[in-house]
């Protein structure tokens, strides 16, 4: 009864600025992720109410080998999250602790391996390859699906950068990401001021 969120949000989403343009004109959609360290699962990946953040990603990723962003863009969103595995719920974080407990003992079972978190390279100390959360989400969206539960979004923090400071329990990175599973739920797309 609680899971649905009664108000809009806005996400900023980095991409390429040509496929921004597009989406902008109604000629693309956003597309889902769905790598498997995509750490909140498959969906469209929003930074939410950080402008910022987005503008970053799209600096930094296109400065990767192999990056599809040549011209960094973002865009806006207004989002409606809907039914929400909302991570910075109580519920929502013992459900998913019992979905992981739960494919801990099947993955066991079935004498496979479980994923585990990984940084990207050696000079990274943030662990954003997350197999383990991936699979861990995944699984607990698909165990919601089981017991008649569609979820619309996922939405969690994510503690990421060095501290802000010496003995900081804030880190220059941290942010709330948004992995919009229903694309019904993205209500409109806008160019950021």
Not at 178 to 191: E, M, P, Q, V
Request: net charge negative; with cysteine; glycine share 6%.
């Amino acid at each position: 009864m609680y899971s649905s969120r009664s108000s809009y949000v806005l996400g900023f989403h980095g991409l390429d600025e040509a496929i921004g343009k597009k989406i902008l004109n109604g000629n693309e959609t956003l597309r889902h992720s769905n790598n498997d360290y995509d750490w909140l699962g498959d969906g469209v990946y929003f930074w939410e109410h950080s402008l910022e953040r987005a503008k970053q990603y799209a600096i930094q990723d296109s400065k990767r080998p192999n990056s599809k962003i040549t011209t960094p863009f973002v865009l806006g969103a207004v989002i409606d999250l809907g039914r929400c595995l909302d991570l910075l719920d109580k519920r929502w974080l013992d459900f998913t602790k019992q979905a992981y407990d739960e494919m801990v003992q099947t993955l066991s079972e079935e004498s496979h391996v479980l994923p585990t978190n990984s940084a990207f390279n050696d000079n990274d100390f943030d662990l954003k390859k997350r197999y383990l959360d991936c699979a861990v989400i995944r699984y607990a969206i698909q165990a919601a699906k089981d017991d008649g539960i569609e979820f619309d979004s996922v939405r969690a923090v994510f503690w990421e950068g060095k501290p802000l400071y010496p003995g900081a329990g804030f880190n220059t990175h941290n942010h709330i990401q948004l992995s919009i599973i229903n694309a019904d739920c993205i209500k409109g797309i806008f160019l950021p001021k």
